[in-house]
């Protein structure tokens, strides 16, 4: 299966399952090649007049598509599967979203020989900013790999990674997102206390830190040299600086990463 325009279905198009459709979309795929399928009859209405794409069940899904993107939830995927697995030609592209399930959760539930990838993206995806992480799994060829980051590209950045990292992947940038929207709302709360109207702290910060973004990835400069850069010989940063790490900040996310991985192990174990 070479890369290039094929029917994609969308099997259980929640928030994951939606940002896939609409980046396809404003990428330019072909609204006729898309699908998608939803467990309500309100969503469903919902994803069609929202973005003109014909929402069917998984069983025509999986008839009229080449591509099975499945974005259900990891405790409902064994369902899904129990019902559409032996249906699946194994010829057909499966590409899971599925939080922290391997592919051999979809290999063992598929005919023979069918090709999955493992994807994990995150909700940057709504502004073309995501990160997405591509895993082959069994049978998988290069070709296929390529076709999921087609598909994937117009949502931002895509980076392949052998599919034992996927679970630190789930919680540096599938998570990670959440942990900088806690940091700003920390830094908020600061320049508030300091005296700062709200708006202007908000504004403060998330400028500040698309700047940090912006020299992070295009400086090429290590992030203890563009820290160093900011700290001055006995002033403000470094006063800044000690106290975070008198409060064991640096500690606190290596706990808080760790935990994540380990409950994307957990979510394997109980699907499974």
């Known amino acids: 299966m070479s890369p ?10 929640g928030k994951i399952g939606e940002l ?25 209405e919902e994803l069609a007049a929202r973005y003109g794409v014909r929402v069917v069940d998984n069983l025509t899904a999986v008839h009229e598509a080449e591509v099975l993107a499945v974005s259900v939830k990891p405790q409902d995927a064994a369902a899904l599967l129990d019902e559409i697995g032996p249906k699946v030609p194994s010829g057909k592209l499966l ?22 990838v493992r ?9 073309d900013q995501a990160m997405t992480a591509i895993s082959a799994g069994a049978y998988a060829t290069g070709e296929h790999l390529a076709l999921a980051e087609e598909m994937f ?24 997102p959440a942990y900088f929207y806690l940091l700003v709302e ?33 400086s090429g400069e290590h992030p203890v040299k563009l820290r160093e850069a900011v700290t001055s010989p006995a002033g403000t940063t ?16 290596l706990a808080a990463l760790e935990a994540a991985r380990d409950r994307a192990r957990e979510l394997a ?4």
């Open 4 to 13: 290039g325009v094929h029917t994609v279905a969308v099997i259980g198009a």
């Open 238 to 253: 470094i006063s800044a600086i000690r106290e975070l790490e008198n409060h064991g900040v640096r500690a606190a996310l």
């Open 153 to 176: 590209k117009p949502l931002g950045a895509t980076i392949r990674v052998p599919e034992t990292q996927q679970d630190a992947v789930t919680a540096l940038s599938g998570s990670g």
């Open 269 to 272: 174990a109980q699907a499974e």
């Open 95 to 116: 590409v899971s979203l599925c939080a922290g399930l391997p592919s051999s959760f979809f290999s063992r539930r598929l005919p023979e020989g069918t090709p999955v």
């Open 186 to 218: 920390a830094m908020t709360d600061a320049g508030i206390l300091l005296g700062l109207p709200r708006q202007v702290a908000h504004d403060l910060i998330v400028q500040t830190a698309i700047g940090s973004a912006v020299m992070l990835r295009d």
């Open 20 to 44: 896939m459709l609409s980046g396809l979309l404003r990428s330019g795929w072909p609204v006729d090649r898309l699908l998608a399928t939803a467990r309500r009859p309100a969503r469903a």
């Open 119 to 127: 994807v994990m993206t995150n909700t940057p995806a709504l502004v």
